[in-house]
């Protein structure tokens, strides 16, 4: 199973760097939100969650699971979320102003 996440987490990273080298600004931005997602996969796959086991040690327990690598994704996901939408607002005022969202077309030339 963990196999399968980390195959996931590569795809994820791989789409994200191919997205994040594009020209226009909403697919740098879906690059982004693969990559934090890609990053989500990781940590929880290094953290080798064990499932059914208790997140805190009490007496009698000798197996437990560890909640910080589950408390970094939450976090995680909640800054993810706050970059997607300052990245969503930015890319629509600038497609607004500037009536492109080409990259190249934003970088304006030599006489500029």
Request: charged share 15%; hydrophobic share 45%; net charge neutral.
């Amino acid at each position: 199973m963990e196999i399968i996440i980390i195959i996931l987490a590569g795809v994820l990273f791989t789409t994200a760097i191919y997205n994040l080298l594009q020209k226009q600004l909403l697919r740098i931005i879906i690059g982004t939100i693969l990559l934090s997602h890609g990053a989500h996969l990781f940590i929880l796959t290094m953290g080798k969650l064990k499932r059914g086991q208790p997140p805190v040690l009490t007496d009698g327990v000798s197996e437990y699971t560890d909640p910080l690598p589950q408390a970094l994704i939450l976090t995680s996901i909640v800054i993810s979320f706050g970059i997607t939408a300052l990245l969503l607002v930015l890319a629509y005022r600038t497609s607004q102003e500037n009536k492109t969202d080409n990259m190249e077309e934003l970088r304006g030339n030599s006489n500029e």
